[in-house]
């Protein structure tokens, strides 16, 4: 946890899991944001960043208090809801479109086939490499209906044999 100790009045260090940094002249409300463990370093001067958060500072070797610099955040672009669907029926060890879909590990979803192969050739789950056996694969009868649904309604998805 990033941790502020004022070491005099226009003083402050901060103390990240990445190392130190010594910033002078920062602004006094400054210790009381909510920060990341971002540290960003520009020539002149120290920004810190959170999502909530941009502080001006004034740089070590001027008096003049200027705006940190801005960061733009590009969006993680949103998947479609046919794309979202289609995630979700995707084999993880084929990267094909499952027809008869299996679980281990919890939310993993696997092709049967593919899996019980991946089982029989190394004897561990494809999730957390610990020992497992093909009697430990659950069925997934209502992934195989939305999937069989989807199918049906968009055949140009059906995977080619």
Not at 15 to 37: Q, R, V
Not at 55 to 75: D, E, F, L, M, N
Request: with cysteine.
């Amino acid at each position: 946890m990033p941790q502020f100790h004022m070491t005099s009045q226009n003083e402050q260090r901060f103390i990240a899991p990445l190392g130190h940094m010594t910033s002078k002249h920062i602004s006094p409300e400054w210790h009381t944001a909510p920060l990341s463990n971002q540290i960003l370093f520009y020539s002149g001067h120290y920004q810190v960043h959170s999502s909530s958060y941009k502080t001006r500072v004034q740089s070590p070797s001027s008096s003049k208090r200027q705006q940190s610099p801005s960061i733009i955040y590009s969006k993680i672009p949103q998947l479609s809801k046919e794309e979202e669907i289609k995630r979700h029926f995707i084999c993880e060890l084929t990267n094909k479109i499952m027809t008869d879909p299996v679980s281990i590990d919890g939310p993993h979803y696997f092709e049967r086939a593919a899996l019980k192969d991946y089982i029989e050739d190394t004897g561990v789950t494809p999730v957390t490499n610990q020992t497992i056996s093909t009697d430990d694969i659950t069925e997934e009868p209502e992934l195989k209906d939305n999937i069989q649904r989807y199918l049906r309604d968009n055949p140009q998805s059906k995977p080619k044999k």
